[in-house]
């Protein structure tokens, strides 16, 4: 039984890894990401390992309205959240003005060409 569980497993990642590279041009193999894209018709690889970390932001607001777009400046921040080691400023997200509220209370505004320091 063990066995048949353990092969249902080994093929059903195989066909997922089949399918992400088909349709996003990524492929997971060995706790490695590798994702494909193409820039002026050539095609470029980004390798990273997986990397879940925590999350000190509680919320992220954005344009001075308050709207909340936590979810998409996560997003945006990539797995390191680092902006994958690109310098990133507000007017770079499309927002004007954001203001992060970290789990301890603290927060930190940036406002159109200052660069996010998370």
């Known amino acids: 039984m063990i066995l048949y569980v353990n092969m249902l497993l080994f093929i059903y990642k195989k066909i997922y890894n089949i ?12 706790g ?3 994702m494909k894209y ?3 018709e050539r ?13 000190t932001i509680r919320k ?3 344009n001075k309205c308050y709207i909340d777009v936590t979810d998409t400046f996560i997003s ?4 390191f959240r680092n902006f994958h080691g690109i310098p990133t400023t507000p007017i770079i997200l ?11 209370g603290n927060r930190k505004i940036y406002i159109n060409d ?5």
Not at 22 to 27: E, R, V
Request: charged share 10%; hydrophobic share 45%.
């Open 19 to 30: 399918f992400m590279n088909w349709i996003y041009g990524i492929n997971i193999c060995n």
């Open 32 to 34: 490695i990401v590798i």
């Open 38 to 40: 193409y820039t002026n």
């Open 43 to 55: 095609e470029y690889y980004i390798k990273f390992p997986i990397h879940i970390g925590p999350n």
């Open 60 to 62: 992220v607001y954005a």
């Open 76 to 79: 945006c921040m990539g797995l």
């Open 94 to 104: 499309g927002w004007n003005h954001i203001e992060i509220i970290y789990e301890d």
């Open 114 to 118: 200052d660069i996010i320091s998370i």
